[in-house]
């Protein structure tokens, strides 16, 4: 793992804590398709589930509304995040600072394993998805969203239109994600669109800030002022507006005859 960027994103993150919810049309339209597909998969009740990057506890939340009796695990990169979804109270449970891409667990605990908007942050994402797969019990499930490859489309067009590359990371294609799940005998993905009206550059910039995703990928550097302010021009003709695409994944464990 990253440790350095890992530490920077969860700075990031603890930064915006306070003020996260403020700009989270996106993050809780994909929370609520999170709870939905996992509540379609398991309806009846659950004994136990891992939350992977809590944030302020949007999917939380829900979770906890479906399944009141379940002991709930809910984890973060960031403990400023943690401290702000454990304001909500749990049923049964406990709130654990930990790297959803290094799970401090071993073996088949969890009948669900849910996460939103977190997998983007990690290294090695097929690697991830592996290693939390096989601490789902026979029967169980994860359910995910992540960022797609389309995401921010015109804010990386503005860059390319003045010879530059943008510091957004690069996301997975909806086909490299169904490449990944095409090991699983179980699992599918599919993506969604979620517009966002920014009103031009600052806006968008206000809401990525608002949100903590600032941490560009390796080995970019953020821009000259000069530099940016080109690039905000060149999205504020393009129309000032931009995109999620939202990636949902579900791989569930299958139940061995017999077992």
Known sequence: ???????????????????????????????????????????????????????????????QRRWPAAELVVTDLSPEMLAKAAKWGLVAGRFLPMDGEAPVFEGEWFDL??????????????????????????????IFSTMGAGSFARWRAAHEACGLTAGVPDYPRLDDLRAMLGAYEDAFAFDEDYMLSCGGARGLIAHLKGIGAVVPSDGRKPLPPRELRRVMEAFDRSGGDDAYQLLFGRVTRVVLAGG
Not at 36 to 53: F, K, N, S, T
């Open 113 to 142: 394993i849910l996460s939103n908007l977190a997998f983007q942050w990690f290294d090695r994402l097929e690697d991830a998805i592996a290693r939390l797969t096989k601490l789902l019990r026979p029967g169980g499930s994860l």
């Open 1 to 63: 793992m990253n440790s350095g960027r890992k530490q920077r994103i969860s700075d990031a993150f603890g930064a915006a804590a306070d003020h996260y919810d403020d700009h989270a049309g996106p993050q809780r339209a994909a929370a609520a398709l999170v709870a939905d597909l996992a509540h379609r998969q398991m309806p009846g009740p659950v004994e136990r589930i891992l939350e992977i990057g809590c944030g302020t506890g949007i999917l939380t939340r829900d979770i």
